[in-house]
């Protein structure tokens, strides 16, 4: 409980931008963000959540960080364990600074610097689909013999990964879209009896496409439910996204990261029709979809049987008859091995 952190990787000024603020967030691993003056002292905190808002609400990631950020922040003045729980509780937050008598940040407090015992995320009932039966074609020759799912990053197969990424957020009830080589799955999940996950396997009698066969699932999709794509692992809280998704109204939910695309060219920018500027090799920030999605049982009801059928393609059925669609921006790693690429990457 004594455990103290390096404050200063936390502090970033106010008029940082918000792209800034992504990568210090993605380098410290902290949550959290400690917004401070030129002074040093406390004006707000950033987190994840706040991020989203900024974006949800229009900001550019070139905006200040201080237009973005909480600016009244939940702090205390002592490291003291039993008073940051007491707030930690009251207010539902993981972090909270720990300000002197200058309104300067000294120090962070975290959630499970102050627990005498093990975290552990509350159970879900809501149930998980993995899209498991694709042919993995743009990993060939590889898929030709190992069915994309069983792909290994590290000492697991993907499947099992994003399994275990959606357990650790409490949601353990699985059912798993199966067509190509999907005896090799079955055979997997019968040697891996072990896993403590219910697993269900729907099986495709034909190609449906990374939407169609949820038509196949209907009558056990009953509450909302997760579709997740089995060659994308998010670092994402599936908890908060959950709660994201039902407290906007959303009849679909997108869960998008954050990922810069450089462009290998020389950018030419206008202004009034005339040339401005060339800008080099720019790295440009774009949202991207994950293949990660929160449905409500009822955008099933736009599927026909046997149909086959894209994510895209349901999205606009969704919206033209007037359902609401969200999108659920997150900024942490993602690992895609849905290319040669970018499975090369994930296991180095």
């Known amino acids: 409980m004594n455990k103290q952190h390096d404050v200063h990787k936390l502090r970033i000024g106010k008029s940082r931008s918000i792209l800034d603020a992504v990568q210090q967030l993605n380098d410290t691993a902290s949550q959290i963000l400690l917004v401070v003056d030129e002074s040093g002292r406390l004006k707000g905190t950033l987190t994840d ?5 900024a974006i949800a609400a229009g900001k550019e990631l070139s905006s200040p960080v201080g237009g973005a950020c909480n600016v009244v922040p939940k702090t205390i003045s002592s490291r003291s364990p039993a008073k940051a729980l007491a707030v930690m509780e009251r207010y539902s937050i993981s972090r909270i600074p720990v300000v002197n008598a200058k309104g300067e940040p000294v120090d962070v407090m975290y959630i499970e610097d102050v ?3 093990e975290y552990r995320a509350e159970a879900r009932s809501n149930k998980v689909v993995v899209m498991a039966g694709g042919r993995g074609s743009r990993l060939d020759p590889i898929t030709r013999i190992v069915p994309k799912p069983l792909l290994p990053v590290g000492d697991k197969p993907m499947l099992e990964l994003i399994m275990e990424s959606f357990a ?16 090799f799955i079955k055979t997997y999940l019968a040697e891996r009896s072990d896993l403590p996950f219910s697993i269900s396997c729907i099986e495709e009698e034909s190609f449906l496409g990374t939407a169609g066969s949820l038509a196949l699932m209907k009558d056990r999709l009953t509450e909302t439910f997760f579709v997740s794509n089995c060659d994308i692992l998010v670092d994402v809280n599936y908890i908060s996204a959950l709660e994201f998704h ?23 920018h206008l202004r009034n029709g005339e040339f401005d500027r060339i800008e080099e090799k720019p790295d440009v920030p774009l949202i991207v979809n994950t293949g990660v999605y929160l449905l409500e049982p009822s955008c099933i009801d736009f599927i026909a049987r046997d149909e086959k059928l894209d994510m895209p393609d349901l999205i606009e059925r969704i919206r033209a008859e007037g359902g609401k669609v969200g999108v659920f921006p997150v900024h942490r790693k993602w690992i895609d091995i849905g290319q040669w690429g970018e499975y090369k990457q994930a296991l180095e």
């Not at 959540?49 to 808002?53: N, P, S, T, V």
């Not at 650790?168 to 005896?183: H, M, Q, T, V």
């Open 49 to 53: 959540g706040d991020i989203r808002r």
């Open 115 to 117: 627990l005498s015992e």
């Open 168 to 183: 650790a957020c409490g949601f353990s009830e699985f059912l798993l879209s199966i067509n190509y080589r999907k005896d």
């Open 246 to 268: 039902e407290e906007n109204g959303c009849a679909f939910t997108m869960v998008g990261a954050l990922k810069k695309v450089n462009v290998p060219y020389g950018v030419i």
